[in-house]
């Protein structure tokens, strides 16, 4: 009875175990697919390779902080070890999952390879910098150079672009230079009445000693 | 024949070793001030005799020998305010926010929505909680040389560095014959005391608060009380605090006639009122200037109406948070807070809202000694250190004690040379070591506060 079922279950067992296979195999990513696994975000600059060391971390922290208090633009970086080809595509993905400036009015993401150049990464229903302003942003990129100071001249081009455009005059507003000019003369006034009262009593003082 | 009232002063000082006037032969109280033995030590002597002589350049050469210590200290603080006050990459500093983007609205240039009110207009002050006069001077600034760093913040360096040559001029004038030294110790501890330095490197009211008060108070006790007030009054067109400092000489003057106060001169307290008055049309009358030049309201009264109403609403009750701090919590440094600081492989800036804790530490001794020396001896020096700090912290004590005014560690600032002048007559009263120990303290507390440690 116990053989028989024995020889009854692993078919059964078999049919279960090839069943998860397949379940297995359907679900899951294809190689393409696992790629654009985006770590979690870590601040403006997200960098889960730790290519920045702590104090260069804290810097462009800092640097892109003040970039989005001023400007109400989100200027975010990411350091990743993967082909120039597949940034683009990992750059969206990121910015989606991210949120990136989602609270604020705009945003840019600029993702920086360990090999070859950064690429700039907008929002498509409001793009925050035109064509040459991206390109000038990539531009700034130095791939040969070491990973903090290509960090810095890609924020910074990005920085300058952002503040620039968020840079605007106020509308005018009405001054009294007429009256101005009225309460300045009193007050002139009084400065020359004061002058001569003090003057008028240290000779005095002078006169007595 | 009438009494002055502030004989006490005169005859105070007509005792002193050195006073060439006899005691009791004081002079007419509103000029007492002038006429003690040390009102002029701090003005250029006068030419006789050989020195008639000299020609100009060996006038002015002799002149600079005679005040080479002072010359050196102020090119020295004049270096330090200087140094790479222009080094931070645009960053607005502590305060900065506020003024120098009012500065920039109110010079007309483009500018980040930024600690600004959505109302804001070009050529109009949009922080009007404050008089616009330092702002204007800013705004002045970056119209002439451009919305850079140096432009907001090369007024506070010449102010700053004006502020450490007044604190020794102030302690010249009250401090008689033989008050070089003491003045070149009150005019060193400010020279390397951080809240000073650091006040003096950026683009805020308090060091054109600071300076105009210090200038006002030392042409008030060389005797020129009237121009004073003036300058008393444009003070309070930096900063509404500026009527503290002329509550400190007032202070000072009753302290110094405290024993005859029975017997009135009638003429010299009048001439106190018309001081007041004139310091009152000034202020008016200036505020009025500047409030048809840079803001929206026609009147003095309006705009007055609204600062009153906003510092009214400024206040939190509870504990201090983020960077309040109360002011007993300032004699511990303990509301000290980073202005800015940037720690990066290649530079290293902090500029710390702090005071020099061997200055905070050793200043309630130097002041107990100065209410001590004021008490017994009226010593001028020693008085006006107690007046200036009762005037200028008592009032913001209250404020928070009594209304929950928020309060910052740098309302201090305006105390500092009180600290100053009553270290100063502390140390003359120790033995030499300990006053050069102390120095030395000064300097280490300084180098660990300097705005750019590392470079």
């Known amino acids: 009875m116990r053989t028989t079922a024995r020889r009854t279950a692993l078919p059964h067992r078999t049919q279960r175990t090839g069943l998860a296979v397949l379940i297995l195999l359907l679900f899951s990513p294809p190689r393409a697919a696992r790629a654009l696994d985006v770590p979690n975000i870590d601040g403006h600059m997200t960098d889960p390779g730790q290519t920045l060391g702590k104090g260069d971390k804290t810097a462009i922290e ?7 208090q001023d400007t109400r633009v989100d200027v975010a970086g990411w350091i990743l070890d993967v082909p120039e080809s597949s940034l683009d595509k990992l750059g969206r993905e990121a910015f989606k999952r991210w949120h990136i ?6 945003a840019v993401l600029f993702v920086i390879p360990r090999v070859g150049r950064a690429h700039v990464i907008l929002d498509d229903s409001k793009r925050e910098l035109t064509v040459p302003e991206v390109e000038r942003v990539v531009g700034a990129d130095k791939p040969g150079a070491p990973m903090p100071q290509r960090v810095d001249l890609v924020a910074d081009a990005a920085a300058e672009i952002v503040r620039a ?15 101005g000019r009225r309460f300045l003369l009193a007050f002139a006034v009084v400065a020359l009445l004061a002058v001569g009262l003090s003057y008028r009593a240290k000779r005095k003082e002078r006169a007595s000693t | 024949m009438e009494e002055a009232p502030f004989a006490a002063a005169a005859h105070t000082l007509a005792d002193a070793p050195d006073a060439k006037t006899p005691p009791l032969a004081a002079p007419p109280a509103e000029t007492l001030l002038a006429d003690t033995p040390g009102a ?9 005799g050989a020195a008639a002589r000299e020609s100009r350049p060996a006038h002015w050469l002799r002149l600079f020998l005679d005040r080479g210590a002072i010359f050196a200290l102020i090119t020295v603080a004049a270096g330090l305010r200087a140094f790479r006050v222009g080094d931070c990459g645009g960053t607005l500093i502590g305060d900065e926010v506020w003024y120098v983007q009012a500065a920039r609205v109110i010079a007309g240039v483009p500018v980040l929505m930024h600690h600004l009110p959505a109302e804001a207009k070009s050529h109009l002050d949009p922080n009007s909680e404050h008089a616009p006069l330092a702002k204007a001077i800013i705004a002045a600034m970056i119209e002439r040389m451009g919305d850079r760093e140096i432009a907001w913040r090369i007024p506070s360096v010449i102010l700053g560095t004006l502020g450490v040559w007044l604190i020794y001029q102030i302690a010249m004038a009250l401090g008689g014959k033989g008050a070089e030294r003491p003045a070149l110790y009150a005019a060193f501890i400010v020279t390397f005391e951080n809240l000073f330095l650091v006040h003096g490197r950026i683009a805020t009211l308090d060091i054109y608060l600071m300076t105009t008060l210090l200038l006002a108070t030392w042409v008030y006790v060389l005797g020129y009380l009237e121009v004073a007030a003036v300058l008393f009054a444009v003070s309070c067109l930096c900063k509404a605090n500026g009527v503290l400092g002329l509550g400190a000489v007032l202070l000072y003057e009753a302290l110094m006639a405290r024993d005859r106060w029975r017997h009135p001169n009638f003429r010299a307290i009048g001439r106190r009122a018309v001081v007041l008055g004139i310091f009152v049309a000034a202020f008016l009358l200036g505020l009025g200037a500047l409030d048809c030049f840079f803001t929206e309201y026609r009147s003095p009264f309006a705009h007055l109406a609204h600062m009153r109403q906003y510092h009214q609403g400024f206040k939190h009750v509870g504990k201090p948070s983020g960077f309040e701090s109360t002011p007993l919590d300032w004699w511990l440094n303990a509301g000290a807070f980073d202005y800015y600081s940037l720690w990066s492989p290649k530079k290293n800036l902090l500029y ?31 008085t006006f250190a107690v007046a200036s700090l009762f005037a200028n912290f008592a009032p913001i004590f209250v404020a928070w004690a009594v209304f929950s005014r928020t309060s910052y560690i740098y309302y201090m600032l305006p105390i500092v040379p009180a600290f100053a002048w009553a270290l100063a007559v502390a140390a003359y009263a120790v033995p030499r070591s300990m006053r050069w120990a102390f120095a030395a303290m000064v300097l280490y507390a300084f180098a660990f506060s300097f705005p750019v440690r590392l470079f």
């Open chain 1, 62 to 68: 800092d640097k892109l902080g003040k970039v989005q």
């Open chain 1, 101 to 106: 400036g989602g609270d604020w009015d705009n």
């Open chain 1, 165 to 179: 455009k968020a840079l605007r005059a106020r509308p005018n507003g009405v001054s009294d230079l007429g009256r």
């Open chain 2, 40 to 48: 002029t030590q701090g003005t250029t002597p006068p030419l006789t």
């Open chain 2, 352 to 382: 710390k809202a702090a005071i020099n804790f061997y200055v905070l530490a050793a200043a309630p001794l130097a002041l107990a000694f100065a209410v001590r020396k004021a008490w017994n001896e009226r010593s001028p020096l020693a």
